[in-house]
Structure formats: structure tokens, C-alpha cells
């Protein structure tokens, strides 16, 4: 069965120090996977995308993933963080046609001075 | 990337009464939805995947007749909540998905129930 594991529920960094968070997947199939952020109250941002192909990916906002299929895993990384940064961040993975995507728990960043 | 609008943004209800949720991809032809529920600082969990034109498929544990699905149109699917009571609030998300490899999500809608 699909599963997203992110192990960690809330992390705290400050401003301009780098960030990963972690994201490790269980799929049966050749995954595709997304990183989303959401603000309180609000939907979700796609931050950014893997299907295929070159496996460190860029997204918006300065942030980084890379797909390690002999960990599965998919980081989302940060060299420098903002403070409006501070948000919920969600993992999912999933496949094509009727397949819906599995969140992670998701993990909150906070940002401090 | 594609548009989906998701509608109302948020709402309140009456214990008792029905809510309508649409979500409409303005730019695309859906030919899947999903329909998720958020509870507060909780990850988002699959209610159900309607195709257009047949019946959805609900997960299990989530009552079909207490949220009904329509998917009528290729661009247009939506969630009533009915009887709703305040177990009920929550923050709906829909997810649309065409051709492409990404589905594409709506903005969300608050649901009050009191």
C-alpha cells in the first residue's frame, strides 16, 4: 500500500539558516511526488514535482527536492530560510490516472529571529 | 498549471441542514476528482474519486450517503454534505485531474456546522 512518511511533526530554524525536511515513501509503482506547503487556513501550494528524469528538482520559492529511489525518499531542502517560510509542509505521492495522491502527516516549520 | 476553483471558500450551516461544495477546472477537462477532508493541524485524508459520469468511490469509513458526490460534467463535480451537524466542520479540498500527470487542487472550503 502507498504510504508518506515525514518523521518530523515540527521543526524549528531561524531566519537564514538552511532547512530539510524529510520525506520517505512506500509505493508500488514508479512514484510521483510533490512537495506542498499551506498556510494557515489556506489551500494548498505546489511547491514542486518529480515524475521523471533528472532527480534533484527545482520548485518556487528557493526550494529543492532530490529523489533517491534507493532510499526512497524525496527531501525538500532550503539554503537559506525566510521567515514567511513558517508554514505547514506536505510530502505526497501517487501515480498516474485514478490514482489520488497520499499526504504525508505533514511537518510545521517554524522561523525564528 | 491549471485552475480549479473550489466554491464556496467557506460557509456556515445549521445542524441539520445541507451544504453544497463545488469545484469547477476552469481551463481543463477533469476527468477525475477527488475529494479530501482536513481537520485542523492534520493531514489531508481521501474521501473519495468520482470519474465523470459514473459513481464514486468512497474510502472506507466515509458515509456515501452523508456525502454525496456528483461528477455530471467534465468540468464540475461536487460535495453535499447533508443532515450536516458539527462532527462535520472541517476543511474540504477537491483535486482535479485531466490528461496530465498532476492533479490540481482547489483552494478549499471551511465548513461551520452549528
Known sequence: AQSVTQPDIHITVSEGASLELRCNYSYGATPYLFWYVQSPGQGLQLLLKYFSGDTLVQGIKGFEAEFKRSQSSFNLRKPSVHWSDAAEYFCAVGGSGNTPLVFGKGTRLSVIA | ?114
Not at chain 2, 477537462?29 to 485524508?45: D, E, G, H, I
Not at chain 2, 490528461?99 to 490540481?104: I, K, L, Q, T
Request: charged share 20%.
Open chain 2, 1 to 114: 498549471g491549471a485552475v480549479v476553483s473550489q466554491h464556496p471558500s467557506w460557509v456556515i450551516c445549521k445542524s441539520g441542514t445541507s451544504v453544497k461544495i463545488e469545484c469547477r477546472s476552469l481551463d481543463f477537462q477533469a476527468t477525475t476528482m477527488f475529494w479530501y477532508r482536513q481537520f485542523p493541524k492534520q493531514s489531508l485524508m481521501l474521501m473519495a474519486t468520482s470519474n465523470e459520469g459514473s459513481k464514486a468511490t468512497y474510502e472506507q469509513g466515509v458515509e456515501k450517503d452523508k456525502f454525496l458526490i456528483n461528477h455530471a460534467s467534465l468540468t464540475l463535480s461536487t460535495l453535499t454534505v447533508t443532515s450536516a451537524h458539527p462532527e462535520d466542520s472541517s476543511f474540504y479540498i477537491c483535486s482535479a485531474r485531466g490528461d496530465e500527470r498532476e492533479a490540481f487542487f482547489g483552494q478549499g472550503t471551511r465548513l461551520t456546522v452549528v
